[in-house]
């Protein structure tokens, strides 16, 4: 196995969400030099005047020595030891159509997106191997209950970095890890990945029955019946020895289904009390990764066929304009 550095000093980050912002001011705790590649111009040159991204998470302070905006994306690429992928999954195809599979040679590739791509049914991962030629073993996944929000308040956060090459995975967790977040290593590459899916459509299916009324005592046992069906479909889809108590598992599926931050509940609660996908989407103004995940993981349980009757009600209601509140009445009855 290769060897890989312990201290990557060159990052870029591909993004200018809300995510990525949070990314790069944990990164710039340490000492790392940070390219940060954004599509809009505008924004681009707001950081370098003011060093803080006027968009999203505004109030954050952005180190001004060590992190450089660009809106070249080869040019942020180019000399990175590690490339972050901190973009909707949605919007992949279209952010990276400027480089080539050369781009990714020698590099750990990071990717901080929790869904999947739409139409093609494949993990982040899986997608760059397939279009760029990016090895598994150059993979690296952030996981774990961590809003960009308390990011930028300084909350003690918890990070999990899976590789199927540890030791890649324990060099970019310590460059993750600063005074509010620990990070730890893990090999569950692709059980991490779909996990972190996953968790969003049950965060979906938690703002739907809060938005319809539900409350405290049903969406408990909803996240209990949650857990077992992502562990179901685990087991068949990529077998693996692993926790789903941890951090990087429940903790995440937790947070997202519980936190005021989660746009992935909100979405749903908006959806629970009468909205449009559209008319929720465009009042949001942000990306709910579930609502493409749950089409993508629908259709590949077709050919599983695990029982997963909370994904099956979510997919109903987005995708079939089946009434949520029929749907969860129905769904209420197969839960214990």
Known sequence: MKEVSKTPTSVAVIGGGSWATAIIRILSENE?????????????????????????????VLHPKRVKPFTRLPE?????????????????????????????????????????IPGENLLVTDWLEKNYGVSQDQFCVIAGPCHAEEVALEKQSYLTI?????????????????????????????????CAVMKNIIALACGICHGIGYGDNF?????????????????????????????????DLLVTSYSQFSRNRTFGSMIGRGYSVKSAQMEMNMVAEGYYAVKSIYEINRQFEVNMPI??????????RSSPTVEIEILKNLLR
Not at 32 to 60: C, E, T
Not at 311 to 317: D, E, F, G, P, W
């Open 32 to 60: 790392v030099k940070i390219r940060w590649w954004l599509r809009n111009r505008k924004d681009a040159q707001h950081i370098r005047k003011f060093h803080s991204n006027p968009r999203y998470l505004s109030g954050v």
């Open 162 to 194: 899976a590789s199927p090459d540890i030791q890649r995975a324990t060099a970019f967790a310590d460059l993750m890890n600063c005074r509010f977040v620990s990070t730890h290593p893990l090999t569950d590459l692709y059980g991490v990945e779909y």
């Open 219 to 251: 969406q408990a046992v909803l996240v209990s019946n949650a857990m077992q069906e992502i562990k179901r479909f685990l087991d068949v889809i990529y077998p693996y020895y692993r926790d789903l108590m941890g951090s990087a598992y429940l903790g």
């Open 311 to 320: 994904m099956n009600a979510v997919y109903a209601i987005l995708y079939e």
């Open 76 to 116: 942020a690429v180019k000399g990175s030891e590690v490339i972050i992928l901190a973009v909707p999954a949605a919007f992949i195809t279209e952010a990276l159509a400027e480089l080539k599979p050369e781009d990714f040679v020698g590099k750990t590739v990071v990717s901080a997106i929790k869904g999947m």
